[in-house]
């Protein structure tokens, strides 16, 4: 019986997915590592947990270490060290390496986790990405300027997502981004191109070193406008149908670059812009699965689980292709203004144009205070098998819909 240990820090929603996908898996006795005390966890995962461990620091790999320790002196032989959380990659690698648990390396987990690194290796492979540089000092980043123009892209060099990211256009904007991101040789930056274009991302499950599924979505608008915009209520749109060529080059570039960073068994989380002139420019990839609801979009479209797709490929490296069927899109309704939700507007009228096509939503609610993430105060998801009529109700959703914050 394979005994799994899953380390998570927080009990975020999407996190408790993960953790019960693979408590779930037949004949798997898992192991929790948390800073999180127990009666915190619902009773629906708790009755799937065989071993319990509370850290003081879950992010530490030292004290994970000592969870999984504990872990395996009461259940046994560790078969697989997992998490879903970016932060802490590199620290269940170092755990893997340092206890002989079968995954992703520490230095394979650098390879994404270090922005600057990751770059390096690409751009060595031959494949395209914003031309870069990591930042010790606020020099750096004033040379980098100067050599490529504006706009550029500063943010830490193990940064998430659009988290902690400035465009920057001028030198007020750099002056006021190296102020927040503060760059020393102990806590570099990255800085790059500003690239003008679509923002996609590129998900790839891979067993052994193989890519053997791939799904890809877009953005609109990108994460990075939506950040410096607060008003704006962004949607992530998967298409129905990617098996054209118009995606051959995406795909190679992926795929490579998936090889490149030294991906064995996993599921990647890779963005990427088309150009204006029709190239490819990869961004960057996460070693994790993506956020910004795709795992439910994937679900919804392919009639899945991929939470528990997910799982089955961690644990046992199996995962059965599923056939897309549907095209899916998420709206993010993100609030205007400062404080908690006053109200929300449009909900009627947008229910009664599309309210056929959604087929899950988590909505804003008066009182509720401000979220800390992109994402917004709520969202909603569409899927159509048409993927014109999904990307019409979504413009349509956003348009309508209005989310108004007060003090």
């Given at each position: ?14 996190t ?47 004290q ?76 750096d ?10 706009p ?48 996609h ?53 992926g ?14 989380h ?5 150009r ?50 549907f ?10 203004g ?44 569409l899927c ?24």
């Amino acid at each position: 019986m394979p005994h799994v240990i899953f380390t998570a820090p927080f009990f975020m929603d999407t996190t408790l997915r993960f953790i019960r996908s693979v408590g779930e898996l037949q004949g798997v006795e898992l192991g929790l590592i948390t800073q999180e005390p127990r009666h915190k966890l619902p009773a629906d995962i708790d009755h799937l947990i065989h071993g319990y461990v509370q850290l003081d620091d879950a992010m530490n790999a030292d004290q994970i270490a000592q969870g999984v320790r504990l872990l395996q002196a009461r259940l046994g032989p560790v078969h697989r060290l997992l998490g879903t959380l970016e932060h802490i990659q590199v620290q269940l690698g170092e755990v893997r390496d340092a206890l002989g648990i079968t995954g992703m390396s520490a230095e394979v987990a650098k390879n994404f986790r270090d922005k600057a690194r990751m770059k390096d290796l690409l751009r060595n492979a031959g494949l395209p990405c914003a031309r870069h540089r990591a930042v010790e000092q606020p020099d750096d980043a004033w040379q980098f300027a100067r050599e490529v123009g504006f706009p550029v892209v500063l943010k830490p060099k193990e940064g998430v997502g659009a988290a902690i990211t400035f465009r920057v256009d001028n030198d007020d904007d750099l002056r006021a981004a190296l102020d927040v991101v503060r760059p020393a040789p102990q806590r570099q930056a990255i800085i790059e191109e500003f690239i003008v274009g679509e923002e996609h991302s590129f998900e790839v499950v891979s067993i052994r070193s193989e890519p053997v599924w791939h799904s890809l979505t877009r953005y609109s608008p990108t994460p990075l406008d939506a950040m410096r915009n607060p008003w704006i209520q962004w949607c992530v749109i998967l298409p129905r149908d990617i098996s054209g060529h118009e995606w051959d080059d995406v795909r190679k570039a992926g795929f490579a670059a998936v090889k490149a960073l030294g991906i064995e068994t996993g599921l990647t989380h890779m963005e990427w812009f088309r150009r204006r002139d029709g190239s490819v420019a990869i961004s960057e990839i996460a070693a994790r699965p993506p956020g910004a609801q795709i795992m439910t979009l994937n679900g919804h479209a392919h009639r899945f689980d991929l939470y528990r797709a997910w799982a089955k490929l961690m644990v046992y490296e199996v995962f059965d292709q599923p056939e897309r069927q549907f095209a899916a899109g998420a709206a993010f309704l993100r609030g205007q203004g400062q404080g908690r939700v006053a109200r929300v507007t449009g909900l009627d009228k947008a229910h009664k144009a599309i309210g056929h096509l959604v087929v899950e939503a988590k909505l804003p609610q008066v009182g509720q205070p401000k979220s800390s993430s992109y994402e917004g105060e709520g969202y909603a998801v569409l899927c159509h098998p048409d993927t014109a009529v999904v990307t019409h109700a979504l413009r349509d959703l956003v348009s309508t819909v209005h989310v108004e914050l007060e003090q």
